[in-house]
């Protein structure tokens, strides 16, 4: 297959571009470095098999020659980043997907959509499965990424319904590994970093906030499969091991044989208003259909992502 990538240069869309690379296909990753950056593919520059294009795909796009699949994964994707981005976030969302869609349609290649665990947002049911519609603050700091996301999800049901085109939905769980940014304001490179430093881990609130966290490697392989699936409706990815902030924060400590101690925040910062209390995805629908689910524990992953850190930042 011929594929485009947006947001190729990003930690997500370039474990994307190795992944399809390996199985033999050529890539095409398209990004214009906001967020991301071409360290993340500069071990791939000068393969025939592979080009990267610098471009804001809210504006037209542009590729050259068939498209098999177009897989829309450009987005800033941490709260930090929606706090200094809020508009081209929003613009991402709603005109990159349509623009993204269009070519889609365009070159008759299948699509699929990066989507976020996001659109549920302070979820009211435990754990999340693909039926529930979610708890969103459309108005709230944090809505401009959830509703570009979930905008995103209409338009491209909308374009499999009004166009015919073959479309897929994945809605990603908190994921982590090599290539994060140690500045992206998330709790796994804020964790990794203080303790690397030997500076306390700022925990918000009493630490009681849950999330599931899912290696990289995990999850490029259950989107790869959903690429490959007959699988229209939205699939959840995710890891369901739901650890509280303050067992993750513990299990960080001991990974990194940091000194470290735990110290507990006021959450008065916007980039935590409206932060979900529970977070684990229902993987039921991807074990059926996909035959996916995560292998590799948190200890390993873990420990992949902090010699990441301890070597390339």
Not at 128 to 147: M, S
Not at 285 to 307: F, Y
Request: hydrophobic letters at 35%; proline letters at 6%; a neutral charge.
């Amino acid at each position: 297959m011929r594929i485009l990538i947006t947001g190729g240069a990003g930690f997500l869309g370039s474990h994307l571009c190795d992944r399809f690379l390996t199985e033999d296909h050529t890539v095409i990753a398209m990004d214009n470095l906001i967020t991301g950056k071409t360290a993340n593919i500069e071990h791939l520059a000068g393969r025939d098999d592979f080009l990267f294009i610098k471009h804001d795909v809210t504006n037209y796009i542009y590729v050259e020659g068939p498209l098999d699949a177009v897989l829309h994964f450009a987005s800033p994707a941490s709260p930090i980043d929606y706090l200094e981005y809020p508009i081209p976030t929003l613009k991402v969302g709603a005109l990159g997907t349509h623009k993204a869609l269009g070519l889609a349609k365009e070159k008759k290649a299948r699509f699929l959509l990066a989507s976020t665990s996001e659109i549920y947002g302070d979820p009211l049911i435990h754990p999340q499965p693909e039926e529930y519609w979610g708890n969103v603050n459309p108005i709230g700091p944090r809505g401009v990424y959830d509703e570009a996301k979930r905008f995103a999800e209409a338009m491209t049901m909308a374009y499999h319904r009004y166009h015919n085109l073959d479309t897929r939905i994945v809605r990603i769980f908190n994921t982590y590994g090599p290539r994060m940014r140690l500045n992206d304001g998330r709790v796994v490179p804020n964790f990794i970093g203080q303790a690397l430093r030997g500076d306390p881990l700022t925990v918000y609130g009493d630490g009681s906030r849950t999330r599931a966290f899912c290696f990289v490697d995990d999850l490029i392989d259950g989107i790869y499969r959903l690429l490959l699936s007959t699988e229209v409706q939205p699939v959840n990815i995710g890891n369901p091991n739901e650890m509280t902030i303050l067992e993750f924060a513990q299990k960080v400590i001991e990974i990194t044989s940091s000194s470290s101690e735990i110290t507990f925040v006021k959450p008065t910062d916007e980039r935590i208003k409206d932060d979900p209390k529970v977070r684990r995805p229902d993987i039921g629908k991807a074990r059926r259909i996909l035959n996916w689910e995560p292998k590799i524990s948190i200890d390993e992953g873990l420990r992949k992502t902090v010699e990441y850190f301890r070597t390339s930042v």
